[in-house]
């Protein structure tokens, strides 16, 4: 009985021992000396699949630490900021004054933007981009792009592809999304989890890419200082995943009074007094809400404007016979489409014969200017005609007024009369104005502005003709 009983003991030892060599072979993926001289074919293929996986692994971690760390900042991250009773995201307050040309800011009218100036940066001008017309360049300053590349290229224009004309002031002709290229920042802030609320502002009451403003307020005249700052601070005051980091709101009463009154006039400077009011009712909503150092605080404007002299009116149809082409485009300019395009060539050679020795100046489409960036669209007329600083190019069949404009635009925008504002105040721009040991900046291009929000949103830019990294922190 003892020798039986070691012997069973033996076998049971035995037989242990080999169940604990076969666990710990599935748990640590080898195998006993017995089986890889069995199964060497087996062996080498386990190897290369515990390899591959491995690999796997290692790939997917590396991927997910490095979304983690360049993957643009949505509302799942910890903010950046906090005001003492709220958390913040860094959040853009864009406002455009339309018309609002550079030099205003000399006639010590405006306090409130002196004042952001010193907390801030100011850039020595802003340029609009070619023509220096509103609609064209606020959508600029919102996507980088140029208006040939954006699509829209004026105010109105017609579109020979979509056989339609766009006209601003008609919602049915302009809202609808075929107009729209290119990605403004508020689709762009939302498409990468952001919320974006937007007051009056070209574009946004149109579906573009598929997205609007997380939240909207339609353009709407007359509306009141008091009731535009309500929208923007309403925004503001939302809790942290409702609050929109991309906000903007525009004014457009000193470009109106520049029209009606001309640049130097008493009604552009009563209109310089109201839109610094409405920049100070802004900056106390911001210093009361503790917000002065956490949003950045951006003003611009599209364009500036020019006195225009009755005497400096050129009716193109004294040249040739204007009931070959549409209606003109592009006002004070002449962008001249014949209905026939067989009709382009004898047209321009009219044009071109009459404008020698004469201030304005003639193109076929194909050759405007290189430095216009205003060539690469079907929407843009074949033949453009191009006036001096205050002249006015028009027909006696579209313009039936007795008088004209006491200020006009659209102009050649490097004209310093073109040149229109980039104020800008919060974190962001006190440390720009650190590391350049100054608060003025060389003056740029508005194509220039959308980079540079989208770099303090924390936002991957859409494709667009500014500076990769935003120009204030690259030259």
């Known amino acids: 009985m003892n020798n039986d009983s070691e012997v069973h003991s033996e076998e049971y030892q035995m037989n242990t021992l080999y169940v604990e060599q076969e666990r710990e072979g599935l748990l ?18 386990m190897f290369f699949v515990r390899v591959f996986m491995i690999v796997i692994l290692i790939t997917i971690l590396m991927g997910t630490i490095l979304v983690v760390i360049y993957s643009p900042r949505n509302n799942l991250m910890t903010p950046t900021f906090f005001n003492g009773t709220h958390d913040f995201y860094s959040t853009v307050l864009l406002v455009s004054f339309d018309g609002f040309r550079a030099d205003y800011l000399d006639r010590n009218l405006t306090p409130t933007l002196n004042e952001l100036i010193q907390n801030g940066i100011k850039a020595e001008y802003m340029m609009p981009s070619f023509p220096s017309v509103t609609f064209p360049n606020h959508y600029t300053i919102v996507t980088g792009l140029y208006p040939e590349s954006h699509g829209i290229v004026g105010n109105e224009f017609y579109d020979p592809d979509l056989n339609d004309d766009f006209y601003y002031t008609n919602p ?32 946004t009451a149109s579906v573009i890419q598929g997205y609007t403003p997380t939240y909207h307020y339609p353009y709407t005249p007359n509306v009141s200082i008091e009731e535009k700052v309500r929208h923007i601070m309403d925004w503001l005051d939302l809790p942290l995943d409702e609050r929109p980091t991309f906000l903007a709101a525009y004014a457009s009463q000193v470009d109106s009074a520049g029209h009606k009154f001309g640049p130097d006039s008493v009604g552009v400077n009563e209109s310089l007094e109201y839109v610094d009011k409405f920049a100070h009712s802004l900056w106390e909503g911001l210093v009361h809400r503790n917000l002065s150092d956490i949003v950045n605080f951006i003003i611009v404007s599209d364009h500036g404007m ?19 082409v549409r209606p003109l485009e592009g006002y004070p300019l002449a962008g001249i489409r014949p209905y026939d395009d067989s009709d382009i060539h004898e047209i ?25 960036n205003f060539r690469a669209s079907n929407r843009i007329a074949p033949i453009y005609c191009i006036p001096p600083l205050g002249w006015i190019l028009s027909t006696h069949r579209d313009f039936n007024q007795s008088t004209i404009p ?70």
């Open 28 to 45: 640590t993926g080898r195998l006993s000396e017995e089986q890889q001289d069995e199964n060497p074919v087996e062996t080498r293929y």
């Open 172 to 203: 049915n002709k302009s809202w609808d999304s075929k107009w729209w290229a290119g990605e403004p920042i508020w689709v762009t802030a939302v498409k990468q989890g952001q919320k974006s609320g937007v007051s009056q502002w070209v574009g």
């Open 306 to 324: 020019a006195q225009t002299i009755s005497s400096n009116q050129i009716f193109l149809d004294n040249i040739f016979n204007v009931s070959k």
């Open 348 to 372: 321009y050679l009219s044009l071109k014969d009459a404008s020698q020795n004469q201030p304005w100046q003639c193109y076929l489409r194909e050759e405007i200017p290189e430095r216009f």
């Open 406 to 475: 006491k200020g006009a635009h659209g102009y050649d925008n490097l004209e310093p009369e073109m040149r229109g504002i980039f104020l800008a105040s919060g974190p962001a721009f006190k440390e720009i104005a650190l590391k350049k040991k100054t608060n003025v900046v060389k003056g740029f291009l508005n194509i220039e502005v959308y980079n540079i929000m989208a770099k303090i949103l924390g936002l991957t830019p859409a494709e667009n003709n500014g500076t990769i990294g935003g120009i204030l922190w690259n030259d």
